[in-house]
């Protein structure tokens, strides 16, 4: 892990908010990987790790469609309203608060 002794000049470690209460808006945004897994947000994934929380479909037992308007990927949208936002979730500083992806759903309108 980086600390902030790691860092050069003016670079500062992300600050982590505190307060994550509305869906995150890269949770409007997925990734599919190469073995068809489909993963809300995009920013990050561990090879050890493919419960971590953001995993939301596989390809091989659906279609995108299908897996977007899932309820996987609507519980972890809920989740940050209930306050059990998965623990990646939770040590995340790239959150930004709001539902403006919203518009992406345009893609299987
Ligand atoms: S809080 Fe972080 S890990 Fe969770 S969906 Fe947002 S950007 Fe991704």
Redesign the pocket.
């Known amino acids: 892990m980086i600390e902030q002794s790691d860092l050069r000049g003016v670079m500062k470690l992300a600050h982590i908010p505190k307060h ?1 209460s509305s869906p ?4 409007y945004s997925c990734m599919v990987m190469w073995n068809g897994a489909v993963r ?2 995009n ?2 994934f561990s090879f050890k790790d493919k419960t971590d929380g ?1 995993l939301i479909g596989d390809l091989t037992d659906g279609s995108l469609e299908e897996i977007w308007y899932g309820t996987s990927l609507t519980q ?1 949208r809920e989740s940050f309203l209930d306050g059990s ?2 623990e ?2 939770k040590s ?5 608060p709001g539902d403006h992806g919203r518009d992406h759903q345009y893609l299987f309108a």
Do not use: D
């Not at 995150?24 to 949770?27: D, G, K």
């Not at 995340?92 to 930004?96: D, E, I, L, P, T």
């Open positions: 994550k995150c808006f890269r949770t809300a947000c920013c990050r953001l972890l936002i998965p990646v979730c995340c500083a790239w959150y930004v």
